[in-house]
């Protein structure tokens, strides 16, 4: 239930509602409410009549006049006063929320938003019924929010199922073919929706030789899945093969300028609509680890994407095309090349380029999702494309779903960074016309999310993609409320403050026993998980971090370095040049610096080494001790499940801080200033 426990709709369900409005997301938002009140004693009408005595009114203004209570929130959400500023339209996703002589009002223009407005009168429970409660029209910041799903159909002999999925199987398909639970799914979507999240992609960026034919003869699945989750007003995107015409049309060449294969997408692209009408559209992973694209025939990534938009444009289709594009085959002794400078390299000169319907999907940061990394310079590049960033919500790089790491506090610090200076535009507004975009960590695991604490971090990417300006700490606070509260069998004020205390600052936690000051990777190779601080240092992966007995770090400055600190604009560009000025944070991604540097915060680089290693694992040990005050206030086995993961994370911790403490020690032969035991 994550979320969405029977319970949560306690505050609603004991009410009368009134439902006004027709389609089938209305039908959507009256079972909901229905389901309620047969729980929780309300009674529920659908409109008209008009004259019964509700508490609650979900209205929406689509479905033709609207009387008494209703009409006059009509009337306020007509009035620019409400909430500040606008024209009184909501849109078709906003809604309404007023309280009006004793009657709590739901008012949308189009019935996504009464959905919407729904799940925000569960959000605020009781609340929600107070007198006192001030009119406030709810608009999404961003209209694209998307869950990218790295599901293979056939389980694949490297990635498996899910490709970077701790969650157990897919949601969508198993060994090779659909799994045919709706009832799976519609609670998927349901989740979804009430989050904020309004379309998923079903099949792995990675596409596979099965997983292609999903968008042909195996179209029939994806419209299966996209049904199921239509009635919570979520679309459905593909994954897509650039070599499609190919592999699937059995033509020459996959050659984005050649008319037959212009041809062949038309066509392809029309029986997917024929299909699914409401088709959100083509995500696409080209020239990029290997997978086919247009560089093949001397093309670029705007030829390339400007095909697939060309076939989707006449369906009001996007294709999102990604730019996670560098070379993976590097050689450690030439400083010219840097991965983290290739999407930039890559796609900046290409802006302006890019048809309308072509939104470039950016990793937030330049490199792959490291807990720690500087934002992606492209999103302050391309002022004439339409740009998405990509988050990654299964925890591949940030403890894989075993560690507890609550990732809303570093999304909002992607979200609110200012490429140009604080007077200028934020990230989140760079995406307005792009979206917000992340890989799910869903699976068919009974707590969705393999740990029940992950399920906070896909609650938060729904909320801050709807409202990038959110506290991730209130975000943090409503899951709580929405998710243990409803179901705790213990005290409600100490079921919020424990999980507050342990997730909070889990993320910064995790920073402190991993890679320090933002060099990133020292992960073990392939699958990700653990420590090993050389384990990439001799590929050719290009995350290399250059340890010696001097210093360690990167340089990426213009001045002796990779030159990569000049693809961000000033401020930042000044700023991360500058050795002096750099955050510490990130000191180690821009710079290469002897182990006596001496940091902000007057530590040397060696001494912050060991003291974070130390400290993180402490703040483990102490999340334990934490959770195991909560024994009795849950289910068992939610409460076992947290508890196992929790005894995981802290060996893995301690290996963490060992191998890394050892390692820079035997590097540098500087001692722990307070002596403790270094192994
Ligand atoms: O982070 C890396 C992952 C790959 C993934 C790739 C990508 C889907 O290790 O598993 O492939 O990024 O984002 O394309």
Redesign the pocket.
């Known amino acids: 239930a994550a979320w969405l426990p029977p319970a949560a709709f306690r505050a609603l369900g004991a009410r009368n509602v009134l439902v006004h409005g027709d389609g089938p997301l209305v039908d959507t938002v009256l079972d909901e409410v229905t389901q309620a009140c047969a729980r929780h004693g309300g009674r529920v009408w659908h409109s008209p009549p008009w004259d019964v005595d509700a508490d609650l009114v979900l209205a929406s203004r689509a479905a033709g006049p609207i009387a008494n209570a209703a009409a006059e929130a009509a009337r306020l959400g007509a009035t620019p006063a409400v909430d500040g500023t606008g024209d009184g339209s909501l849109g078709d996703e906003g809604f309404l929320l007023a309280r009006v002589d004793g009657v709590t009002v739901v008012l949308a223009d189009a019935p996504a938003g009464l959905l919407y407005g729904l799940f925000h009168v569960v959000r605020l429970g009781a609340a929600a019924f107070d007198d006192d409660r001030p009119a406030r029209r709810h608009q999404p910041a961003l209209a694209r929010r998307i869950l990218d799903h790295?599901d293979n159909v056939a389980v694949h002999p490297v990635?498996g199922q899910v490709?970077?999925g701790y969650s157990g199987g897919s949601v969508f398909w198993r060994d090779g073919a659909a799994r045919g639970e709706p009832d799976r799914i519609r609670d998927y979507g349901r989740l979804l929706a009430a989050c904020g999240v309004n379309a998923v992609t079903v099949n792995?960026?990675?596409v596979h030789d099965t997983e292609a034919r999903l968008l042909t003869d195996r179209l029939d699945e994806v419209a299966g899945i996209a049904d199921v989750l239509r009635p919570y007003g979520i679309r459905v995107h593909l994954s897509v093969t650039f070599a499609a015409p190919v592999v699937l049309g059995g033509l020459p060449t996959a050659d984005p300028l050649d008319d037959r294969v212009r041809a062949w997408w038309a066509e392809a692209t029309r029986r997917v609509y024929r299909r699914i009408p409401d088709f959100g559209g083509y995500l696409v992973?080209a020239d990029?680890?290997g997978r086919p694209g247009p560089f093949a025939y001397g093309r670029d990534h705007a030829d390339g994407a400007n095909l697939l938009a060309g076939a989707l444009a006449p369906h009001d289709g996007v294709v999102r095309w990604r730019a996670?594009v560098y070379d993976h085959r590097q050689d450690w002794r030439d400083r010219s090349t840097d991965r983290a400078r290739a999407a930039h390299d890559h796609f900046a000169p290409l802006d302006g380029r890019f048809r309308d319907n072509v939104i470039v999907q950016v990793k937030f940061g330049p490199v792959?999702?490291q807990p720690r990394e500087p934002v992606s310079p492209v999103l302050a590049a391309m002022p004439a494309t339409r740009l998405a960033v990509e988050l990654q919500v299964t925890q591949?790089y940030t403890g894989q779903q075993r560690h507890v790491c609550h990732l809303g506090p570093a999304w909002s610090e992607v979200l609110r960074f200012a490429p140009w200076g604080a007077a200028g535009d934020s990230i989140a507004d760079v995406i307005t016309r792009g979206g917000l975009v992340a890989v799910s960590n869903v699976g068919d695991d009974p707590f969705w999310t393999g740990h029940p604490l992950a399920q906070a971090n896909l609650y938060a990417f729904g909320r801050l993609a709807w409202d990038p300006r959110l506290d991730p700490g209130a975000i943090l606070d409503e899951w709580i409320g929405l998710t243990w509260l409803p179901v705790t069998m213990g005290d409600p004020e100490l079921v919020r403050r424990t999980l507050h205390a342990i997730m909070d600052d889990s993320w910064r936690t995790y920073e402190r026993y991993t890679a320090p000051l933002g060099v990133g990777f020292m992960v073990r190779p392939g699958h990700?998980y653990g420590p090993d601080v050389d384990g990439y240092e001799y590929t050719p992966w290009g995350t290399y971090h250059f340890a010696d007995r001097d210093g360690v770090g990167v340089d990426r400055t213009r001045a002796t370095g990779t030159g990569f600190t000049g693809q961000y604009p000033q401020p930042w560009s000044e700023v991360y040049e500058s050795l002096r000025r750099c955050p510490d944070d990130l000191l180690l991604f821009f710079h290469h610096v002897p182990y006596g540097h001496v940091l902000h915060s007057g530590r040397t680089v060696i001494q912050h080494i060991y003291d974070t290693h130390f400290a993180g694992v402490e703040e483990v040990a102490a999340m334990r001790e934490r959770w195991r005050l909560l024994a009795g206030a849950f289910e068992p086995a939610a409460h076992q499940r947290v508890a196992e993961r929790l005894d995981e994370q802290l060996r893995c911790a301690v290996e963490w801080r060992d191998q890394v403490n050892t390692y820079f020690f035997r590097k540098s032969g500087v001692p722990d200033a307070h002596g403790r035991r270094i192994h």
Do not use: A, G, L, Q
């Open positions: 790295w990635s490709e970077r792995n960026v990675n992973k990029s680890e996670f792959d999702f591949e990700h």
